[in-house]
């Protein structure tokens, strides 16, 4: 078995209004249950990351990535399952009817578009990630000021 991280990609969507999209995990999945998170997920072999960026958007919205607005961060952990991941995460727009997103049936449960004020919510079950997916979207917000997007 390879000792090397598994490699994942992720989407912070943003909204022409400027919130970000982010998905509520299936009680059901191994890694996070029931935890909000962003799109995203694992390389596939020998797919680069921004391959795979496209590819899991697609796959867990039905929209289709537009633009790359910038990178949010390079992210390792260590899932419950006790495989080591690094993560990288990126903003992007998307093409797609936004009010109406294709989850992944049995992956995902329920979506919400949140603005900077609404980030409480993704405290439920912060034990879970320790928090992650507040920090990461807390730094999307703050590169999304920056690059003023």
């Known amino acids: 078995m390879s000792t090397e991280p598994l490699r994942c990609a992720g989407a912070l969507i943003v909204a022409p209004d400027g919130r970000l999209f982010f ?21 596939e072999p020998g797919e680069s990351v921004q391959d795979a960026l496209h590819r899991e958007v697609t796959e867990e919205t039905g929209w289709r990535v537009t633009e790359v607005i910038a990178e ?39 979506y919400r578009w949140l603005g900077p004020g609404d ?25 999304l000021r920056s690059t003023g997007s």
């Open 23 to 43: 998905q509520r995990r299936s009680p059901h999945r191994r890694l996070f249950p029931n935890c909000w998170d962003i799109v995203g997920g694992h390389l």
């Open 72 to 110: 949010i961060g390079e992210y390792r952990y260590v899932g419950d399952d006790g495989l080591a991941r690094i993560e990288s995460d990126w903003l992007v727009r998307v093409d797609g009817d936004l009010t109406a997103p294709v989850l992944e049936a049995g992956k995902h449960t329920e």
């Open 119 to 143: 980030l409480d919510l993704l405290d439920e079950h912060r034990d879970v990630n320790d928090g992650l997916i507040r920090h990461i979207a807390e730094r999307a917000f703050a590169v």
